[in-house]
C-alpha cells in the first residue's frame, strides 16, 4: 500500500510525526548490535536526550509515543519532564528482532554470517540472526505511528521515540517506498531525528537525521 492510498482521506490534515532515535548506549559505541536486548543509556545519552528534548520541546509537541526498551523510554522521558505530556510505551516501536546476531560486535557478524550480512545491504529480504524480517518490523510499527497520529488534533505533532532500524522501515512504509529500497534512507545518529509531514498526497519527508551538526551513525542500523 502507497503512503497516498494509506492516508487518503484520513481526518486533521497537515500533522508532523517526529521520529527520535534513543541517545547512546555502550553497545553503540562497540558497535555491538543491540536488537531488542534492554540496553541502558550512557551519561553520554542522557546527556543527548536533555539537549535534544529542549528543542524539540520547542516544536511544541501534542503527544510523545515511545518503544518500552529503557533506551527509549528514558529518552522520551527527559522530552516528557520538559512537556508535562505523559508518554505511552509501546512494545512495537522495539527494534528489530535479530537472533543471534544481537550482542556480536559488526566485525563479528561479517566474520560469522557474512554472506547473511552482505545480502542484507543488497537489500534483500533477510532473517538477520534468525530474527524479523525489515518488513514485519514495519508491519507491527507503522501501524503504531499511525494509530497515535489519529488522535492528533489538525496540523499535531506526534513525537515517536525508537530506534533506528524501526524508525528506518516505519518511514519507508509510511513514504509508500518499497523494501528494497528503504536502505537508501540513511541511519540515524544518537538522538537525532527525522520529520514526516501530511499532505495532500500522503506523508512527505521533511527532515533527516535532523538536531545536530553531522555526526556518525553507531549501532544496529549503520
Known amino acids: 500500500m502507497t503512503a497516498g492510498t494509506d492516508t487518503a482521506g484520513r481526518k486533521g490534515k497537515g500533522r508532523r510525526l517526529i521520529l527520535w532515535r534513543h541517545g547512546q548506549t555502550s553497545w553503540n559505541v562497540e ?10 543509556l550512557t551519561e553520554t ?3 543527548q536526550a536533555r539537549r535534544a528534548a529542549r528543542l ?3 516544536l511544541g509537541p501534542d503527544a510523545i509515543v515511545a518503544s518500552d526498551l529503557r533506551r ?5 522521558a527527559e522530552l516528557a519532564a520538559l512537556t508535562g505530556l505523559e508518554v505511552s510505551h509501546d512494545e512495537g516501536l522495539r527494534e528489530t528482532y535479530a537472533g543471534v546476531w544481537q550482542g556480536l560486535t559488526h566485525d563479528e557478524i561479517i566474520a560469522r554470517h557474512g554472506e547473511e550480512y552482505a545480502a542484507w545491504k543488497r537489500g534483500e529480504p533477510i532473517r538477520r540472526g534468525g530474527g524479523e524480517l525489515e518488513t514485519e518490523v514495519a508491519d507491527r510499527a507503522a501501524p503504531v505511528v499511525l494509530r497515535h497520529a489519529d488522535k492528533l488534533p489538525e496540523s499535531g505533532t506526534l513525537v515517536v521515540v525508537s530506534h533506528g532500524g524501526t524508525i ?15 536502505e537508501s534512507l540513511g ?3 544518537n538522538c537525532c531525528w527525522s520529520v514526516l509531514g501530511e499532505g495532500a498526497r500522503g506523508w512527505r519527508l521533511l527532515e ?15
Open 31 to 40: 558497535r555491538r548490535f543491540q536488537g531488542t536486548t534492554d540496553v541502558e
Open 45 to 47: 545519552g542522557l546527556g
Open 56 to 58: 524539540l520541546a520547542s
Open 72 to 76: 527509549a523510554a528514558d529518552t522520551a
Open 168 to 182: 528506518r522501515t516505519t518511514i519507508g512504509r509510511l513514504l509508500g517506498l518499497e523494501p528494497q529500497h528503504w
Open 187 to 189: 541511519g540515524l545518529s
Open 208 to 222: 533527516h537525521n535532523a538536531g545536530t551538526l553531522p555526526e556518525p551513525v553507531l549501532g544496529d542500523d549503520d
